[in-house]
Structure formats: structure tokens, C-alpha cells
């Protein structure tokens, strides 16, 4: 908003557009695997019953956030290039770890705090 003043939000709109056509993932030759440039975790997907109603969601982040699987190509299948804000919980969950995850240091794979989106994923992982 600073940098670009009234213009910054038709700026986002645009730049939102473009991350909903980029390509996330290939297989190439059948047997290549190539991302944008992260993993990203498998889908959890919460089930809502009377005693947790969506206003509890909190729980699902939680586990979200302690996932330590990754996904598979058809969890990637799954996600929704339409919807651009991706949650922690369900099959969008991959599009932020896809376009927001960074390499870590340490082994397995974490929410990434820093960003607050995606995962920090280790040397084990890749």
C-alpha cells in the first residue's frame, strides 16, 4: 500500500491472477517430478460433527500445523486453482505450501511461522 498507493490493490488483484494460472507442478517423462519450487503436506480435510462446529476449526489448524506427511500427486489434483487464500485444512492447504514452504535446515517438515503460510520442509523430505 505504501510502495503503490491507490493503484495496490488493482495491483494484488492482478498479481493473484497470475499465481491462479502458474503452473505448480510437472511430471515429466513419467517419472520426473518438478514443483514450483516446494512440497507440500497431504490433504487434511476436517469432518464437522455436532460437538465441533466450523467456529472450532482452531482444532483442525492445530493438527494442521503438526502435519508431518507429504502429500502425493493426487492430493495436488485435488486442490482448487480457483480459490487463491489458501486455508491450512483441506485440499487448498497445498496451494500455500506449494508457493510459500522453504527449505529448513532441520529434518521433517513444520508450519513455516515466518510467513505464517507453508511449511519449512528438511534435507529428509527432498
Not at 498479481?15 to 487434511?44: D, K, M, N, P
Not at 480435510?45 to 476449526?57: C, E, G, H, K, Q
Request: proline content about 4%.
Amino acid at each position: 500500500m505504501v510502495k503503490y498507493g491507490e493503484q495496490a490493490n488493482s495491483l494484488y488483484q492482478k498479481i493473484l491472477t497470475c499465481f491462479q494460472a502458474h503452473l505448480l507442478a510437472a511430471v515429466i517423462g513419467g517419472s520426473i517430478y518438478v514443483a514450483h519450487e516446494e512440497l507440500f503436506r497431504q490433504c487434511e480435510v476436517p469432518t464437522l460433527t455436532p460437538s465441533n462446529s466450523i467456529s472450532d476449526s482452531k482444532i483442525f489448524l492445530g493438527h494442521a500445523r503438526r502435519s508431518s506427511t507429504l502429500g502425493t500427486l493426487e492430493d495436488l489434483a485435488k486442490a482448487s486453482r480457483g480459490i487463491l487464500d489458501s486455508s491450512e485444512v483441506g485440499s487448498n492447504a497445498i496451494l500455500g505450501d506449494i508457493l510459500w514452504s522453504d527449505p529448513s535446515p532441520n529434518p521433517g517438515l513444520e508450519f513455516n511461522m515466518a510467513r505464517d503460510i507453508g511449511l519449512l520442509f528438511g534435507l529428509d523430505c527432498t
